[in-house]
T-cell receptor
């Protein structure tokens, strides 16, 4: 029973063509995160939402945007994908912050290819 | 942010205990130690976390030294399905979320 669901699992887009990745959760968690993981590298946090409050990491490119229309859904928008944006994109949730409440549950990821 | 140091790779025979070390010498008093693992082509999976006491759950045990500068994750009876990259993460409380800053991790290979 998947609790954090990412669609699609594989996404192919063209250079410069906007693309949206989606994430949904059945855990009713307050916090949702987006990570980027390039080949053979560790996941890197792009941004997160605490409820409706958006928190961007300082080094996240402006090309990456996010929307959270309600508790269950969160979207990652890449406005003009470049070849360097090809990666696995991971969505995660946590109930809240601090200690055990910050345990993060990850989806299976969306692997993005840019042609 | 406190940083962690882990060996890049380790091998373990199936059925034996796997002991994965982690150094976090600059950890602050309110920072937790978390362990996650990532099996190939899957999202990371939470294993265990602790503040200063040793912890045990159905997956693993976490031993934290008294000075909190290092810890060891113990998988008591490793199986082939435990082959994965294991990440030791020290997480600060930042007000709206506790970030997970993944390091390079330890690639554990469990063999027959």
């Amino acid at each position: 029973d998947a609790m954090v669901i990412q669609n699609p699992r594989y996404q192919v887009t063209q250079f410069g063509k906007p693309v949206t990745l989606s994430c949904s959760q059945t855990l009713n968690h307050n916090v949702m995160y987006w990570y980027q993981q390039k080949s053979s590298q560790a996941p890197k946090l792009l941004f997160h939402y605490y409820d409706k409050d958006f928190n961007n990491e300082a080094d996240t490119p402006d090309n990456f945007q996010s929307r959270r229309p309600n508790t269950s859904f969160c979207f990652l928008d890449i406005r003009s994908p470049g070849l360097g944006d090809a990666a696995m994109y991971l969505c995660a949730t946590s109930r809240d912050v601090g200690g055990a409440k910050n345990i993060q549950y990850f989806g299976a990821g969306t692997r993005l290819s840019v042609l | 942010d406190a940083k962690t140091t882990q060996p890049p790779s380790m091998d373990c025979a199936e059925g034996r205990a796997a002991n994965l070390p982690c150094n976090h010498s600059t950890i602050s008093g309110n920072e937790y130690v978390y362990w996650y693992r990532q099996i190939h082509s899957q999202g990371p999976q939470y294993i265990i976390h602790g503040l200063k006491n040793n912890e045990t759950n159905e997956m693993a045990s976490l031993i934290i030294t008294e000075d909190r500068k290092s810890s060891t994750l113990i998988l008591p009876h490793a199986t082939l399905r435990d082959t994965a990259v294991y990440y030791c993460i020290v997480s600060p409380y930042t007000g709206t979320a506790s970030k997970l800053t993944f390091g390079t991790g330890t690639r554990l290979q469990v063999t027959l």
